[in-house]
Antibody
Framework: QVQLVQSGAEVKKPGASVKVSCKAS????????ISWVRQAPGQGLEWMGW????????NYAQKLQGRVTMTTDTSTSTAYMELRSLRSDDTAVYYC?????????WGQGTLVTVSS | EIVLTQSPATLSLSPGERATLSCRAS??????LAWYQQKPGQAPRLLIY???NRATGIPARFSGSGSGTDFTLTISSLEPEDFAVYYC????????FGPGTKVDIK
């Protein structure tokens, strides 16, 4: 069965960086993209961007351009999302999700807390 | 950016009742609209894609309709496990989500 397993919760100081991993199993990793979506506490869902696991092409939300990088490691079927220059309003649960147009399977989420 | 508006914000119903949730787009998204269910502490779950297609394993009591700018998610008879927040999402343009409709127990 399709599974996306994310790395554990992180606590970071403002200005630091965080890198969240998402290990996929149960399907051919390079046949789908991976999208990243975040959800601030008590808020709705925000699309951060997408990466093709086939060729590494990316598409990032304009508001995150320059601070976010999405990568994949096809040898381990793992996707990564790095967010730099963290601010308090980056505190959120970060989800990876398989992009099957639409997104059909989600990871369990990774809580990233930004606090001094 | 295409803005999605969902109504109502909260829907208070009893088990067994019919739920009708609305999603309106600021411009046409054709049929590129999905519905997700989210329960507290859980990731969203895909219910409906391309406006009216049920995702794998989704019960027949969930149905979707609409095209262009106006869409509806209907739950024909609410089960206890259906009380949750429902989000619509479009992928016609840069993907965006609606703000959600909370279905709670009356």
């Amino acid at each position: 069965q399709v599974q996306l397993v994310q790395s554990g919760a992180e606590v970071k100081k403002p200005g630091a960086s965080v890198k969240v991993s998402c290990k996929a199993s149960g399907y051919t990793f390079t046949s789908y993209g991976i999208s990243w979506v975040r959800q601030a506490p008590g808020q709705g869902l925000e699309w951060m961007g997408w990466i093709s696991a086939y060729n590494g092409n990316t598409n990032y939300a304009q508001k995150l351009q320059g601070r976010v990088t999405m990568t994949t490691d096809t040898s381990t079927s793992t996707a990564y999302m790095e967010l730099r220059s963290l601010r308090s309003d980056d505190t959120a649960v970060y989800y990876c999700a398989r992009e099957g147009s639409p997104v059909d399977y989600w990871g369990q989420g990774t809580l990233v807390t930004v606090s001094s | 950016e295409i803005v999605l508006t969902q109504s109502p914000a909260t829907l208070s119903l009893s088990p067994g009742e019919r739920a009708t949730l609305s999603c309106r787009a600021s411009q046409s998204v054709s049929s590129y609209l999905a519905w997700y269910q989210q329960k507290p502490g859980q990731a969203p779950r895909l219910l409906i894609y391309d406006a009216s297609n049920r995702a794998t394993g989704i019960p027949a009591r969930f149905s979707g309709s609409g095209s262009g700018t106006d869409f509806t998610l209907t739950i024909s008879s609410l089960e206890p496990e259906d009380f949750a927040v429902y989000y619509c999402q479009q992928r016609s343009n840069w993907p965006t989500f609606g703000p959600g409709t909370k279905v709670d127990i009356k």
